[in-house]
């Protein structure tokens, strides 16, 4: 099974966001435009047969410049992969194949990139299509309490020799995740414990050559009622703020005219109204000139006790308005801070025979793959493609599973905001994902 986060608390109004499984688009692959160009120009062609030579040679040159500046397709689009109705094995046979020049980028908004120490693949994607990844956060330290004191936890999992290789690559930047598991009211009340913390991430910082960190805190002090305390929140977003200050106090051995970065990890909301706990506009706004990004979860909409898709669409939209707060005109700059969250897993769950199932990652789902040969089905209400099966025990499951259409609807989805991605996590994923990145 794959590790990834704590999973969320279910949303509590289902009924108007859960997509129907058993829906498919039946829709058609949109036309192709090069091709409906080619048919143009060739029309020309045959129009101007009988003009001067002097017109033939103008429009050649026309379409030499035009091609030439046409931007050329990667694997998966030249292959036409990237659709609503695809097979399984297709999948099967393409998904180990991108294009030769892996360093060419086609999203050009900020990509961070999360990898698991338990997870070898997470270390090879990242140095294999690093100059795609603009941040790399593996998930390596815990800042705990111990007694009256703060340790910081982790060093052990850092792998000083695949900095050294993603450094002589490209020029991804490196934030290793800290989730701040220190006792938050000791924390957030005492500033010699507020000034050890920071001093801390810092000096692991310096050391380790670092270009800042990913934090995540906020589902912790959630669980721990803090955020329920008006007086206590106002203290755990200024922690924030004064971590964020530290930081760009200090500038990078690496590249002095830039300063340690601060990404910081927050929840969707859990309802289309904001909770006590959860993290809303207001929130942002406090943090918005001290954290250089925030780590949207938008994942994990579905569980075992509610089967569906990973992340709908729409939800991810609305998620992004309540947020941002679109309703009253939303802050560009805030929206370009957004690292909209992706998965690179899926979920195979029980829909028949009780509940259960959960998180797959991409050998497994190939495995499903060929040994059921499902027909695909995309659900076109979450945007997001499916396939049901029985197994030896007369068991039928439903598994949603990323797919290259899948990704693209959600690149899209954050073009349109101006905002960027993150990604949960890169080892758990198929290599041509990458493609489209």
């Known amino acids: 099974m794959a ?7 279910d949303p509590k109004s289902e009924s108007t966001q859960r997509a129907t499984i058993g829906e498919s688009s039946g829709s058609k692959p949109k036309p192709d435009r ?22 033939v040679i103008v429009y050649r040159m026309i379409n030499i410049l035009y091609f030439s500046n046409t931007p050329q397709l990667t694997y998966v689009y030249s292959r036409g992969l990237v659709k609503e109705e695809i097979n399984y094995r297709q999948v099967l046979d393409e998904n180990l194949k991108t294009s030769e020049n892996s360093t060419r980028r086609n999203f050009n908004n900020p990509v961070l990139a999360y990898i698991t120490p338990w997870n070898s693949q997470g270390y090879d994607m990242a140095k294999k299509f690093t100059n795609k990844l603009t941040h790399l956060s593996p998930v390596w330290y815990e800042l705990k309490s111990e007694g009256t004191k703060l340790v910081l936890n982790g060093r052990h999992n850092a792998d000083k020799g695949w900095i050294s290789e993603i450094r002589s690559n490209g020029n991804s930047q490196i934030l290793p995740r800290v989730v701040l598991e220190a006792i938050p009211v000791d924390l957030l009340k005492k500033k010699k414990q507020r000034d050890r913390a920071i001093n801390l991430i810092i000096e692991e910082c310096k050391e380790m050559g670092y270009d800042g960190i990913v934090l995540e805190s906020w589902s912790r002090w959630a669980s721990y009622g803090v955020l329920h305390d008006p007086d206590m929140r106002d203290k755990a977003l200024q922690f924030i703020v004064q971590l964020g200050q530290a930081m760009h106090a200090i500038s990078l051995e690496q590249n002095i005219s830039q300063s340690l970065q601060l990404v910081y990890v927050i929840g969707p909301p859990r309802s289309d109204k904001f909770e006590e706990y959860d993290f809303g506009p207001d929130d942002l706004r406090v943090l918005g000139d001290d954290v250089d990004g925030f780590s949207l979860m938008t994942y994990d909409f579905s569980g075992p006790q509610n089967p569906g898709p990973n992340a709908p669409l729409k939800w991810i939209h609305s998620t992004l308005q309540l947020l941002l707060d679109s309703s009253n005109g939303y802050n560009p700059k805030l929206a370009k801070k957004i690292f909209i969250g992706i998965n690179f897993y899926g979920n195979d769950f029980v829909v028949s025979g009780g509940l259960g199932g959960g998180p797959i990652i991409g050998r497994e ?10 027909q695909m089905h995309w659900e076109k209400n979450s945007a997001e493609h499916y396939f049901l099966y029985i197994d030896n025990q ?6 949603f ?3 290259l ?14 905002a960027g991605i993150s990604i949960w996590e890169i080892g758990q994923g198929l290599e041509y994902f990458f493609d489209i990145l």
């Open 394 to 399: 007369n068991i039928k499951h439903v598994v």
């Open 365 to 374: 789902y190939l495995s499903l793959l060929e040994q059921h040969k499902p």
């Open 3 to 9: 590790k990834k986060r704590e999973r969320r608390p």
């Open 34 to 55: 090069k091709l409906g160009t080619t048919i143009a120009k060739t029309s020309v062609i045959l129009s101007v047969a009988a003009l001067p030579a002097i017109f």
């Open 405 to 418: 259409m899948s990704i693209a609807t959600r690149l899209d989805e954050a073009l349109s905001w101006t």
């Open 401 to 403: 599973y990323p797919s």
